[in-house]
């Protein structure tokens, strides 16, 4: 009746490596040749003026940046140190640098330089040494992305007037619950924020009511407060796979709210299968202890307009098959296109 399909896994493969070099970047051998108002380490072409491309050049400093760039790529060097100066010429233009895969401390990055930057959009620093977060003073900063650097804090206070910004990325750090208390208050637009792979035993507090996406996977978070995601009216995505979580430390339907689309809580520790609200379409539970398939947390009541939306539900790798769902399951799951148990 519930044909087992792993497509899926392969589309979540995809938006999980796309999601890291997303910047609209082109080979310099399609662009043409270099303009005159370039720096000599980079590439400036004629029909793409303002961007300056000095990625992969072995460069182990930034260049001096000419007057008229907008979108700056570093990335793949081995830079160590930004000297003061080098943005002067473009303190109020620049909107896109991109410093990925390089060797940058906060020790080497001085004054005078990020910190001056005005109309900066996009600032991609990931793959670097950073132990604190570089925030310039631009009120036009729409993604920032730290990701795999050795951060450790975010203080509260850095993104206070930052109410464009709609994208933080910063998995694969060291952050832990206490480094970031509040440290997301600011940015009132805010549609996703990624803090993966960190040190995390709570999820983040002072979040915007704006937010569409959070993942944490890869934490330890063991416990969420009693209405945690009321205060998100607008989430959608929300990802806990990889943490603590058990039965003991879920308050009674914190996971019941409208807004959720994707609930993803795929290698804990849970029991049961925790209540969800009727109009979650898809459910990540695989790799827990669950050994019962209550339908009740799925589906409170039965009827023609009272069925549960989900589409696609994962409980392989528990203690339970598909001879425990009970009779009534196919008028509760009749949207269900992919149920797995093994």
């Known amino acids: 009746m519930f044909p087992l399909h792993v497509t899926l896994l392969v589309l979540l493969a995809n938006v999980a490596l796309c999601q890291y070099y997303d910047y609209d970047y082109q080979p310099v051998s ?19 003026p303002s961007a300056m491309y000095c990625d992969s050049r072995k460069l182990k400093f930034v260049p001096i940046v000419p007057t008229g760039i907008k979108y700056l790529y570093l990335q793949n060097n081995l830079i160590e140190e930004i000297k003061a100066g080098v943005f002067d010429n473009v303190t109020d233009t620049l909107r896109w640098l991109v410093l990925d895969n390089n060797h940058l401390t906060n020790a080497k990055i001085e004054k005078g330089t990020i910190d001056k930057l005005t109309a900066l959009e996009k600032l ?39 109410e464009n910004l709609t994208s933080i990325h910063l998995q694969h750090n ?33 979040v915007p009511n704006s937010l569409e996406m959070l993942y944490a996977d890869y934490n330890e978070i063991d416990k969420i407060g009693a209405g945690y995601l009321k205060k998100l009216p607008a989430l959608r995505y929300l990802r806990l796979s990889h943490n603590n979580l058990q039965d003991s430390s879920l308050p009674a339907g914190v996971f019941n709210v409208t807004s959720l689309v994707e609930l993803d809580l795929s290698f804990n520790k849970l029991q049961s299968i925790p209540e969800i ?66």
């Open 174 to 206: 060291e952050l832990t619950s206490e480094a970031i208390a509040d440290a997301f208050k600011g940015p009132k637009k805010l549609l996703s924020l990624d803090v993966s792979y960190n040190k995390l035993k709570k999820l983040p507090a002072g």
């Open 30 to 48: 399609m662009l043409g040749p270099s303009g005159p108002n370039c720096n000599t380490e980079c590439d400036c072409p004629i029909n793409f």
């Open 124 to 162: 991609l620093f990931s793959f670097n040494n950073i132990t604190e977060p570089i925030i310039p003073p631009s009120k036009s900063l729409e993604e920032l992305k730290m990701m795999n650097n050795k951060l450790s804090k975010f203080p509260s206070g850095l993104l206070t007037d930052k």
């Open 277 to 342: 609200n009727e109009l979650l379409e898809q459910l990540y539970l695989q790799a827990n202890e669950i050994s019962k398939f209550d339908l009740a947390s799925i589906c409170k009541f039965t009827g023609p307009l009272n069925y549960s939306r989900l589409r696609h539900l994962r409980l392989d790798a528990n203690n339970i098959t598909h001879s425990d769902m009970p009779p009534e399951s196919a008028n509760c799951l009749r949207q269900a296109s992919d149920i797995m148990f093994e």
